[in-house]
């Protein structure tokens, strides 16, 4: 049995511009995208065609199983650190 290389999802998504969609990220696949203003948010991989029209770069994925559990995490750690007048980091997932 032959194995299947692992797809590039970032490669594929900066394809988009030139030839259109080639395959569909798994759903639990998130990017890390830089805003045009230095900024950087997590959106999901399905949606790098609008980010990228936008301006946004990616820089990094990784896998997020329970997306409203990681958003709950980051808001507590961004609670946390405001109170102590700092920014926090998103919170630790699986890197792909």
Known sequence: ?????PVDYIAQANLIHESGPAV???S???FTYLRTDGDTIVG???????????GYTI???QTIEDFTTFT????K????AASRGE???????KAS
């Open 24 to 26: 569909t990220p798994p």
């Open 87 to 93: 920014h926090a980091e998103a919170p630790k997932t």
């Open 28 to 30: 639990t696949l998130y």
């Open 72 to 75: 709950e995490q980051a808001a």
């Open 1 to 5: 049995m032959t194995e299947t290389p």
């Open 44 to 54: 999901p991989a399905t949606h790098a065609e609008q980010y990228l029209r936008l």
């Open 59 to 61: 820089t990094g994925q």
């Open 77 to 80: 750690t961004e609670a946390k």
